[in-house]
């Protein structure tokens, strides 16, 4: 083999490993945080124990956990990512996998598919799910599935314009480790 030859094979290995180390070292832009049966690790998007998460997931600004009580009772966990607001509140099941939660006049509505926010009749938005785990209690070696007909990371939410944005009422608690953002907390 010639000088030239092997200078050439030496450049393109350290070429891909300083690549690989590069990506190795690099968290995916919109990873979400490790879960287990009872939702998001270290979030408030994750059910009290002695509860079952029947739904958790996530999009590209929220987190929500949907709890069912040894009692029956179901309830709404949320988080929106920005700035670690937190909203738990008694929630609803239409029995066909859409979760709903009120709050100061603002409704929640957790599928598959996307958390719809509204007040009343009129849409706020819709943010598609990234990541979401649904069916019944979750096993702790459950394995948690894309979200059906996932959009692409990084897309916006659909906002509303003319639509009244959330005032919270009750003051919370700092984020959580997995509670991305950091401003001051508000409700979600």
Do not use: N, W
């Given at each position: 083999?010639?000088?030239?030859?092997?200078r050439?094979?030496?450049?393109?290995?350290?070429t891909?490993?300083?690549?690989?180390?590069?990506?190795?070292?690099?968290?995916?832009?919109?990873?979400?945080?490790?879960?287990?049966?009872?939702?998001?690790?270290?979030?408030?998007?994750?059910?009290?124990?002695?509860?079952?998460?029947?739904?958790?997931?996530?999009?590209?600004?929220?987190?929500?956990?949907?709890?069912?009580?040894?009692?029956?009772?179901?309830?709404?966990?949320?988080?929106?990512?920005?700035?670690?607001?937190?909203?738990?509140?008694?929630?609803?099941?239409d029995?066909?996998?859409a979760?709903?939660?009120?709050?100061?006049?603002?409704t929640?509505?957790?599928?598959?598919?996307?958390?719809?926010?509204?007040?009343?009749s009129?849409?706020?938005?819709?943010?598609?799910?990234?990541?979401?785990r649904?069916?019944?209690?979750?096993?702790?070696?459950?394995?948690?599935?894309?979200?059906?007909?996932?959009?692409?990371?990084?897309?916006?939410?659909?906002?509303?314009?003319?639509?009244?944005?959330?005032?919270?009422?009750?003051?919370?608690?700092?984020p959580?480790?997995?509670?991305?953002?950091?401003?001051?907390?508000?409700?979600?």
């Amino acid at each position: 083999m010639s000088l030239f030859t092997l200078r050439v094979a030496g450049l393109a290995a350290a070429t891909l490993t300083g690549a690989l180390l590069g990506l190795a070292g690099s968290p995916a832009a919109s990873a979400d945080p490790a879960t287990d049966a009872q939702g998001f690790v270290d979030s408030t998007a994750r059910c009290p124990t002695g509860d079952s998460a029947v739904a958790f997931g996530s999009t590209a600004s929220s987190r929500v956990a949907i709890c069912k009580s040894t009692g029956g009772a179901y309830q709404y966990r949320g988080v929106r990512i920005s700035d670690g607001a937190k909203l738990i509140s008694a929630a609803s099941t239409d029995g066909r996998g859409a979760y709903t939660a009120t709050s100061d006049g603002i409704t929640y509505t957790v599928t598959a598919k996307s958390l719809d926010i509204s007040a009343g009749s009129q849409p706020i938005r819709s943010e598609p799910m990234t990541f979401f785990r649904s069916g019944g209690p979750l096993s702790a070696t459950a394995a948690a599935t894309p979200a059906p007909a996932q959009a692409p990371v990084g897309t916006p939410t659909t906002p509303v314009t003319g639509a009244p944005a959330p005032v919270p009422t009750t003051p919370l608690p700092p984020p959580l480790p997995a509670e991305v953002g950091g401003a001051r907390p508000s409700g979600h």
